[in-house]
């Protein structure tokens, strides 16, 4: 076989492109278990952004596209950074994401307990146009996390999937699914912290949601 005399590197590639689903350069390159996948993630996660980051001009890849476990079972999607992160070159950073941490280690989930990134990752764009894009993104991201849950954080975010423009007001706090490789995720759908900021009357709606949430996570 041709795996013999390949580099553990490029090893890791083969195996990134066939996670993907991409064409393998190797027929006979064999797939590992979901169980060694989990070991090689943080090489999936990057190979998958390297590109985007190139396009985007963004160096830190990890601090801007990503933060959090990896391997949990818990995958948080806003929709995409705001000036604050562009500046500081951060997911989720300055206020917005210290009311996130705020509400998410309120039904006791902290950082090592979830997976957090964006949908979109540049402010302004076509989105439109680029939607295709970033679904194939989107899809290929899911598939290496491997999720069992996704909250959605806002209506852009909420509304990826369905390519649809619901109120937040009318799809928070509600549970659905994607398939994804014939896998089920749940999704939950509740407020961006940005919109809390600006219109703090939906913290209570926030809380409903996040204690629902809590209690469907914590018993299954």
């Given at each position: 076989?041709?795996?013999?005399?390949?580099?553990?590197?490029?090893i890791?590639?083969?195996?990134?492109?066939?996670?993907?689903n991409?064409?393998n350069?190797?027929?006979?390159?064999?797939?590992?278990?979901?169980?060694q996948?989990?070991?090689?993630?943080?090489?999936?996660?990057?190979?998958l952004?390297?590109?985007?980051?190139?396009?985007?001009?963004?160096?830190?890849?990890?601090?801007?596209?990503?933060?959090?476990?990896?391997?949990?079972?818990?995958?948080?999607?806003?929709?995409?950074?705001?000036d604050?992160?562009?500046?500081?070159?951060?997911?989720?950073?300055?206020?917005?994401?210290e009311?996130?941490?705020?509400?998410?280690?309120?039904?006791?989930?902290?950082?090592?307990?979830?997976y957090?990134?964006?949908?979109?990752?540049?402010?302004?764009?076509?989105?439109?146009?680029?939607?295709?894009?970033?679904?194939d993104?989107?899809?290929?991201?899911?598939k290496?996390?491997?999720?069992?849950?996704?909250?959605?954080?806002?209506e852009?975010?909420?509304?990826?999937?369905?390519?649809?423009?619901?109120?937040?007001?009318?799809i928070?706090?509600?549970?659905?699914?994607?398939?994804?490789?014939n896998?089920?995720?749940?999704?939950f759908?509740?407020?961006?912290?940005?919109?809390?900021?600006?219109?703090?009357?939906?913290?209570?709606?926030s809380?409903?949601?996040?204690?629902?949430?809590?209690?469907?996570?914590?018993?299954?």
């Amino acid at each position: 076989m041709y795996k013999k005399n390949l580099s553990n590197k490029t090893i890791n590639l083969l195996e990134y492109y066939s996670i993907l689903n991409i064409t393998n350069l190797f027929s006979d390159t064999a797939i590992k278990s979901k169980k060694q996948l989990l070991i090689n993630k943080e090489q999936y996660i990057f190979e998958l952004f390297k590109e985007i980051g190139v396009q985007l001009n963004i160096k830190k890849i990890n601090s801007f596209f990503y933060k959090g476990n990896l391997n949990s079972k818990i995958m948080i999607l806003g929709d995409c950074p705001n000036d604050e992160d562009i500046k500081n070159q951060e997911i989720f950073s300055g206020s917005r994401g210290e009311l996130l941490n705020k509400m998410l280690s309120s039904i006791s989930l902290e950082k090592e307990k979830y997976y957090l990134s964006n949908i979109y990752f540049e402010k302004h764009n076509d989105k439109i146009s680029k939607y295709n894009f970033y679904k194939d993104i989107l899809i290929k991201h899911i598939k290496i996390i491997q999720p069992k849950y996704i909250l959605f954080l806002g209506e852009t975010a909420a509304n990826f999937f369905n390519n649809s423009n619901k109120l937040i007001l009318d799809i928070r706090g509600k549970w659905g699914s994607i398939i994804i490789n014939n896998d089920k995720i749940n999704t939950f759908a509740t407020f961006d912290p940005e919109i809390l900021l600006k219109k703090p009357e939906n913290k209570k709606l926030s809380w409903e949601d996040l204690k629902k949430f809590r209690n469907e996570i914590f018993n299954n």
